[in-house]
Nanobody
């Protein structure tokens, strides 16, 4: 099992940047790790994912070129650097872990079994 705790959410103006952190405990390096977000009234959306022991990362179309997922395996921490933020990025952001991913290019919430509590990101125009 793995336990996840997110931090770093805040309110920011459009065009600004934030870095989210996800502190993991347990066998972190054996999991796929992902960032997801959910705005009120909308489905949970995959933002980015990567296997904790690799450097290959995959992104949702809406964040490509603006967001970067990266691990610090020594600290068992996953980061999401978010640049050029837009009002439509406003959501609760969640960190999650999965043992098996069928397709690395698809960031699919039902494949993830371990979830953090979330951290709120609000982007104002």
């Amino acid at each position: 099992q793995v336990q996840l705790v997110e931090s770093g959410g805040s309110s920011v103006q459009a065009g600004g940047s934030l870095r989210l952190s996800c502190a993991a405990s347990g066998t972190y390096s054996l999991y796929w790790m992902g960032w997801f977000r959910q705005a009120p009234g909308q489905e949970r959306e995959g933002v980015a994912q990567m296997f904790a022991g690799s450097t290959n990362a995959y992104y949702g179309d809406s964040v490509k070129g603006r967001f970067t997922i990266s691990p610090d395996n020594a600290r068992s921490t996953l980061y999401l650097q978010m640049n050029s933020l837009r009002p439509e990025d406003t959501a609760m952001y969640y960190c999650a872990a999965a043992g098996i991913i069928r397709s690395a290019g698809r960031i699919y919430p039902p494949e993830y079994h371990y979830w953090g509590q979330g951290t709120q990101v609000t982007v104002s125009s």
